[in-house]
């Protein structure tokens, strides 16, 4: 059986993904930092379901604690599905933005996929067979007013990840990235009321967490065994 490791898995886009590819058979790693008691309903979730799981809580920021989070993971085999899905928001514009602002986005996205893929890709390569995920934002891609932070970190994680994906082509390892656009969530819910999301997007309504884990699964599949390197947009077409 394969095991993947979602980072962020107990909010509502991690949690589609884990239980996504908990259906597809493989045993998942429920990844939180703060969020423990999420994690493990999400893990017991996939248990009551006939799944496998079961949670690691650590902080991606910090190496040394991912790096011993990791190894103890890694003792049970390798991971050949990670999806890098931990990220924070904290929203200014950048005329009033305070360099802790910057500084802990940036964090959690960019050096947490470093400080989570670098450790795993060795036993992931040593099996000639691995898909590593993650996921952006379309604020990446577009851009967003008092998101030049979380743009700037999403965007660093589009070149990192078409860079890994050349390096690693040649030992039956794909990279790919998923953007998506409005989801539903509690804090689109705040940000976004209806009538802004009918017009910022062609198909007049926002995503759902199970479109963004539809999407992450196939690539994670053996059917997506020929695409690497590339950047892949669920967004209802505001793109």
């Known amino acids: 059986m394969k095991r993947a490791l979602i980072t962020g898995g107990s909010g ?17 790693v429920v990844h939180a930092h703060r969020h423990r008691t999420s994690a493990e309903d999400v893990a017991n979730q996939i248990l009551r379901a006939g799944g496998s799981a079961i949670v690691a809580c650590f902080d991606v920021t910090d190496a040394e604690a991912a790096q011993r989070a990791l190894t103890q993971i890694l003792e049970a085999g390798p991971i050949q599905v990670l999806v890098n899905n931990a990220g924070i928001h904290d929203d200014a514009p950048m005329a009033g933005m305070r360099a802790d602002q910057w500084n802990k986005v940036i964090a959690v996205s960019l050096c947490g996929f470093f400080n989570v893929t670098q450790p795993l890709l060795l036993p992931m390569i040593g099996t000639r067979w691995g898909r590593i995920i993650t996921i952006s934002s379309i604020s990446a891609m577009l851009g967003n007013r008092g998101q030049t932070n979380y743009a700037a970190a999403k965007a660093g994680l589009h070149g990192a990840s078409k860079s890994l994906a050349l390096e690693v082509a040649s030992r039956g390892v794909t990279v790919n990235v998923v953007a998506p656009g409005i ?50 947009g669920v967004n209802g077409g505001m793109v």
């Open 12 to 28: 509502s886009i991690g949690s589609a993904i884990c239980r996504e590819l908990a259906k597809d058979g493989l045993s998942v």
């Open 183 to 232: 989801i539903e969530s509690r804090m689109a819910e705040q940000t976004f009321k209806p009538d802004k999301i009918e017009a910022l997007v062609p198909m007049q309504r926002a995503g759902t967490p199970q479109e963004v884990a539809h999407l992450v699964a196939f690539l994670a599949s053996e059917r997506a065994g020929y695409i690497s390197g590339q950047v892949i």
